[in-house]
């Protein structure tokens, strides 16, 4: 296979078309190797070793200010990239690490173990209805995101009558992190959006300072986030957040709801035997992860599979290809969750590995077995929609007969 072919798949990907069903042009790219240069500066990196080294190792940053400063001069007139600067997303050692640690000194396992009983209300809650209606449904609006928000909701303290208002704003956001991104159009929703939440959370912010609450805003508040991050990273923080809660655990649900609705047998499965659900969750993880993509820049010079990689190197992870490298998974296309060993690279790894990852699995882990129990017809009704978006893949209707 040519390089020529992997920039003509790459090319594709960046299309309605390509983006609609990327796998097969992820295999196009791996065809070249697992690491491929393509052009001065930038490579594309299929392999999962070679994702998981860059991913943990310290030779590898995230694009942060001062990278920024040197690629790209002017981003700062981008509302949305300023806001996405302030959050840990886009911040390295130690920088990072501060805001790790604090956002950690609020996100604990003891309060997502908390959140259990109530995840499993609110899922209760939505699934009822459409068992007792019997009539078809579309699952991405009565299940997968009314959930999700509802629990991020919950968690920050944030009204759930406002998740209406949140809707439009967190899916326009976004689009800033899409892989492609750059669009002026969708640049300005972008930005739109990051202006608006953040003003929302300036607001929340000064209402938990007089009357705190039990919730994860409140817990910032009392570990002193707002004095030592400074009150805009603060703000940057909670709009991440309640981004990652809305897009990617509603896209976990919807992704792995489409592959037990395409393969009968495995939702016969999981429905006698629900105490399989947690490796059903991670092989939905790999099969269709959520977030494909991600990227890292070479802070120094490198060697990847033998390739390499000079300082400044703009490397894209393709996760979602990393999660059919055959060298890490035996037959790699077929949905089989009795696989055993390391996990997929779908929440990331090393110092940004997804702060939410215990959650987005508490939601996906109790769903499944209560959708299968409560809906005994459950198959689909008509043909699905998927989003036209590459980073964050979904569906956007997802229709279903219960
Ligand atoms: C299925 C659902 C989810 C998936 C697939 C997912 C995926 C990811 C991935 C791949 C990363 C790493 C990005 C990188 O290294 O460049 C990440 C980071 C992050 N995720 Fe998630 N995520 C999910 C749910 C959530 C939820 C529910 C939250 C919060 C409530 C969340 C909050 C975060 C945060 C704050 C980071 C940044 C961590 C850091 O930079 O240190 N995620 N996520």
Known sequence: MTVQDALAAMQMLATAEGRADPYPLYERLR???????????????TGYAEADQVLRGTGFRVTDEAALDGSLPGWRSVASWRWLSRTMLWRNAPDHTRLRRLAGSAFTPRRVAALRADVAALAE????????????????????????????????????????????????????????????????????????????????????????????????????????????????????????????????????????????????RLRDRPELVDAYVEEMLRYDPPVQVTSRYAAQDAELAGVAVPAGTELLLVLAAAARDPR????????????????????????????????ARLEAQLAFPLLLERLPGLRAAGPATRRDRLGFR?????????
Do not use: K
């Open 31 to 45: 065809a070249a190797g697992p690491v491929l240069p393509l052009g001065e500066g930038f490579a594309v990196v």
């Open 125 to 268: 809650g939505l699934i009822a209805p459409l068992a007792a209606a019997g009539e078809p449904a579309d699952f991405m609006d009565t299940v997968a995101y009314p959930l999700p928000v509802s629990v991020i909701c919950a968690l920050l303290g944030v009204p759930d009558t406002d998740r209406d208002w949140f809707r439009p704003r967190a899916h326009d956001l976004t689009l800033a992190l899409e892989v492609f991104a750059g669009d002026p159009d969708e640049l300005a929703r972008a930005d739109a959006a990051s202006d608006e939440l953040g003003e929302y959370f300036v607001e929340l912010l000064a209402r938990r300072q007089r009357e705190p609450g039990d919730d994860m805003i409140s817990d910032l508040l009392a570990a002193g986030a707002a004095g030592e991050a400074g009150g805009a990273e603060l703000v940057a923080h909670l709009v991440l957040l309640l981004i990652a809660g809305f897009e990617t655990t509603t896209n976990l649900l919807g992704n792995g709801l489409a592959v037990l609705l395409d393969q009968p047998e495995h939702a016969a």
């Open 328 to 359: 890490r998974f035996a037959e790699p296309h077929r949905f089989l969750p009795d696989r055993e060993g390391a996990p997929s690279l779908s929440f990331g790894a090393g110092p940004h590995y997804c702060l939410g990852a215990p959650l």
């Open 394 to 402: 979904g569906y956007t209707r997802l229709p279903i007969t219960p």
